[in-house]
């Protein structure tokens, strides 16, 4: 992502898309990016293909870094919503007789969790200054 210029390209379209909104919509659109990626593959595959993209981001927004990728790494741990997103997720799976809606219902608030943390107390510990 980062050797190739991807990373810079998407974070572009990103920036573009919430350059007025400021950098909480940043955190935000990044949220909402890896929650669904995470969904479909590993936090740590997730987080490893956003890191790139979120530097860049905060680079031509020209804010910190730090609670970009703070948020960012909330975000890639915030994979509830599928059975496949985390293997402890489809293990219980058949034992447990869940089907793959159920994880919706109890994982939907808990992404709200995340979503409240990564967009509203990381910054208040790493400032974007």
Request: proline share 6%; aromatic share 8%.
């Amino acid at each position: 992502m980062q050797v190739s210029g991807a990373g810079g390209l998407v974070a572009e379209q990103i920036v573009g898309l919430v350059a007025d909104a400021g950098p909480y919509a940043l955190l935000t659109a990044l949220f909402v990016i890896a929650v669904v990626l995470g969904q479909l593959i590993s936090n740590t595959a997730t987080a490893l293909v956003m890191i790139p993209i979120a530097v860049a981001a905060a680079a031509q927004l020209e804010v910190s870094a730090r609670p970009v990728l703070m948020s960012l790494c909330v975000a890639s741990a915030a994979a509830f919503l599928t059975p496949v997103a985390t293997p402890a997720n489809i293990m219980i799976m058949g034992p447990a007789g869940y089907r793959f809606g159920d994880y919706w219902r109890l994982g939907a608030p808990i992404v709200g969790v995340f979503f409240l943390v990564a967009v509203g107390l990381v910054p208040a510990v790493w400032s974007f200054g």
